[in-house]
């Protein structure tokens, strides 16, 4: 099926820098290739490593030019050959490796998943990164369930606040660390016994953890182990300084592991039923138009923001 869009803007850069190397260009509208499948971006979502990839600090996609941005929400305007699970006129939100700063993108189809109904474009692009990892670090390696310690590190920000949600859906106990002002915001998603780590050091306070989830890395995953129980797990998913090595973790008797979320349509299937039915909620701190991509950036970069930072396209 043809689209109706004859070219694509994206929001690329030249240089690494500050915000403002980040500006609007058009091209060519993008071929689905076979397996994947032509999204018309309704909103984007702005994530962590945006800021790291943007300013040189994690050069994940090499030297520049190249355009950011993972979590995407919108609707298949055209599809690839051997695609069988979309078809034009379906709203999906998905992970994407790069490229979701744009009005049209290409992606292979596995990496989306319908869209809840009942979730709006802008919720749906601020969830795929923050529950994917979440799943990954909690699900599919921590194991959590019924009876399992919980710490989770960062807890308000854009994945903390979705991992302490996924963890109360599979009844661990949450300990959760964060400003105290985002303590009633924790407490009303589900979080047991938050921290504030500005008022004092949590290693102090908590103990018994089966499972932490470092969202801040530096001295967080070395202070970490010291809340461990023997055995207990400590996962890390950010890029850069995790502070130590797997070969510490093991002397002292712990587990390690590190998480990076990789697209997955499968699992955000799953993580859609959750979110159709509420037993997940994303919150999105701001919305901004997708020419405001800088000031988004800005805002993220002053480290303030609950929950998550959103892209919206225009019609």
């Given amino acids: 099926m043809a689209t109706q869009h004859a070219r694509a803007t994206v929001i690329t850069q030249r240089r690494f820098g500050g915000p403002e190397v980040l500006e609007a260009e058009e091209r060519p509208l993008p071929v689905p290739a076979p397996g ?38 919108g609707t298949v305007e055209a599809v690839g050959a051997d695609v069988t699970r979309f078809r ?16 049209h993108l ?45 710490l989770i590190h960062a807890a308000a920000g854009g994945v903390g606040h979705a991992a302490v949600q996924l963890a109360k859906a599979e009844g661990a106990y949450v300990v959760a660390t964060a400003r105290a002002d ?46 461990l129980r023997p055995g207990g797990l400590l996962v890390c998913a950010l890029p850069g ?17 590190v998480v990076e979320a990789e697209p997955s349509g499968e699992r955000l299937a799953k993580i859609a039923a959750l979110l159709a039915n509420n037993r997940i909620r994303i919150h999105v701190e701001a919305a901004l138009p997708f020419a405001e991509a ?22």
């Fill in 106 to 150: 290409t992606a292979p189809a596995a990496h989306f998943a319908a869209k809840p109904a009942t979730l709006d474009h802008v919720h749906a692009a601020a969830a795929p990164t923050a529950t994917l990892t979440a799943w990954q670090a909690l699900i599919d390696i921590g194991r959590v369930g019924p009876g399992t310690r919980v």
């Fill in 294 to 315: 800088a000031k988004a950036h800005e805002l993220a970069e002053a480290g303030h923001a609950k929950g998550r930072l959103v892209l919206v396209l225009p019609d």
């Fill in 88 to 103: 034009p006129g379906d709203e999906v939100f998905g992970k994407v490796h790069a490229g979701g700063y744009a009005t």
């Fill in 182 to 227: 985002r303590h009633g915001f924790l407490r009303e998603l589900g979080a047991d016994e938050p921290h504030d780590y500005t008022a004092g050091d949590f290693t102090e306070s908590v103990r018994d953890i089966d499972v932490a989830l470092d969202l801040v890395g530096g001295d967080y995953g070395p202070r970490t182990l010291g809340t």
């Fill in 241 to 257: 300084d995790l502070g130590l090595s797997p070969e510490d973790v093991e002397a002292r008797g712990m587990r390690f592991a």
């Fill in 36 to 73: 994947e499948v032509l999204v018309r971006v309704r909103a984007a979502g702005v994530n962590r490593v945006d800021l790291l990839i943007r300013s040189g600090t994690a050069p994940l996609y090499g030297e520049p030019p190249f355009t950011l941005g993972r979590d995407v929400s």
